[in-house]
């Protein structure tokens, strides 16, 4: 959900207003789950400028897709991060929209028209652009019904005709060895996350700690360990090796973000995200780490979400730099 309560600084950007599936029923798919309000939201707010500084090249197949829509399009972009693709094609218009406060704050004072909002409740009327992306957004989400309600929310913004562009990262990542350094989690931990409230820290053992994996050959195995560690929450041991020995169809991971010491606000967010276990510190890389919750997509995975769609079709889909896309068009 977007908080409608923000700093003096941000008071000046617009805010989506929060609106649930069912006012009798918190967990309808509009009510964030604590595991993307801590490990999404948080995180990329704490991050954000060294976030944005880090992205700047444009993807390809993204840079055709806006290239190739007519002039004066309405393109939509929501999870636009830090505008990389707002103003684009400049023959078109560009609204952004992002969860992260920070993330919007760098957009606007870059002079982009953008709003906070979440991705499953979009703040603009039906039928109101020619276009819209999502750009390495939907697997932050982490329940399918919410992947699903994304999608939808995608398709209902454009016009009949206009089409809809999806990136997520794949779990046939390329590059194995840096699936290595993601931290696993077991299908318990993330249920015991995606409800009301906190996580149910009793059934933890007391020595576990949210930590990313170190990067280091030697502990390139290690992420068995901490996934052994997760798994054990579940009563039957059995059922936990044979998570681990399923470990290649993982799609629950933490994923790390090294923030730089000199880069880090050592009396702002970094030192609470430090105190409050968000995050640790890696003195050998001299960084603050943060772990981001991910849901990586199998093959196929994205087209399901869109399969019973009325009023949409897949009209193109594509596997790019590790990530599965697909490009929808509205057809009523």
């Known amino acids: 959900m977007c908080s409608t309560t923000v700093s003096d600084e941000e008071s000046q950007i617009p805010q989506s207003e929060s609106i649930s599936d069912n006012q009798d029923s918190p967990l309808g798919v509009k009510f964030t789950p604590e595991i993307e309000k801590k490990y999404v939201h948080r995180v990329y707010d704490a991050i954000a400028p060294h976030f944005s500084s880090t992205r700047f090249a444009k993807w390809p197949k993204v840079a055709a897709f806006l290239s190739s829509l007519p002039s004066g399009s309405l393109v939509l972009d929501a999870g636009c991060g830090n505008g990389k693709y707002l103003g684009l094609n400049p023959d078109c218009f560009f609204i952004g929209c992002d969860i992260s406060h920070a993330l919007i704050k760098?957009?606007?004072?870059?002079?982009?028209?953008?709003?906070?909002?979440?991705?499953?409740?979009?703040?603009?009327?039906?039928?109101?652009?020619?276009?819209?992306?999502?750009?390495?957004?939907?697997?932050?989400?982490?329940?399918?019904?919410?992947?699903?309600?994304?999608i939808e929310e995608l398709v209902r913004v454009v016009k009949n005709g206009g089409l809809v562009l999806i990136t997520v990262w794949a779990a046939e990542q390329e590059d194995r060895s840096l699936v290595a350094k993601w931290t696993p989690l077991s299908p318990k931990y993330v249920e015991e996350w995606i409800?009301?409230?906190?996580?149910?820290?009793?059934?933890?053992?007391?020595?576990?700690?949210?930590?990313?994996?170190?990067?280091?050959?030697?502990?390139?195995?290690?992420?068995?360990?901490?996934?052994?560690?997760?798994?054990?929450?579940?009563?039957?041991?059995?059922?936990?090796?044979?998570?681990?020995?399923?470990?290649?169809?993982?799609?629950?991971?933490?994923?790390?973000?090294?923030?730089?010491?000199?880069?880090?606000?050592?009396?702002?967010?970094s030192a609470s995200a430090l105190e409050n276990g968000?995050?640790?510190?890696?003195?050998?890389?001299?960084?603050?780490?943060?772990?981001?919750?991910?849901?990586?997509?199998?093959?196929?995975?994205?087209?399901?979400?869109?399969?019973?769609?009325?009023?949409?079709?897949?009209?193109?889909?594509?596997f790019d730099k590790s990530n599965w896309c697909v490009v929808l068009e509205k057809t009523s």
């Open 278 to 318: 968000l995050a640790k510190k890696d003195d050998k890389k001299g960084a603050v780490v943060y772990n981001r919750y991910y849901h990586v997509f199998s093959e196929g995975e994205l087209e399901r979400l869109v399969f019973g769609m009325e009023n949409a079709v897949v009209v193109d889909r594509f």
């Open 106 to 150: 760098i957009c606007a004072d870059r002079g982009h028209e953008v709003l906070v909002a979440d991705a499953v409740n979009l703040p603009y009327k039906t039928d109101f652009g020619d276009a819209a992306i999502s750009i390495a957004v939907l697997h932050h989400l982490s329940t399918e019904s919410r992947r699903k309600k994304a």
């Open 195 to 269: 409800g009301p409230g906190s996580p149910h820290d009793r059934n933890c053992p007391s020595s576990f700690k949210l930590e990313s994996i170190p990067e280091t050959e030697e502990n390139s195995m290690g992420h068995i360990k901490d996934f052994k560690d997760l798994t054990s929450r579940s009563e039957d041991d059995s059922a936990a090796s044979n998570d681990v020995r399923n470990i290649n169809n993982q799609q629950e991971y933490f994923v790390p973000w090294h923030l730089p010491y000199h880069r880090a606000e050592v009396s702002g967010a």
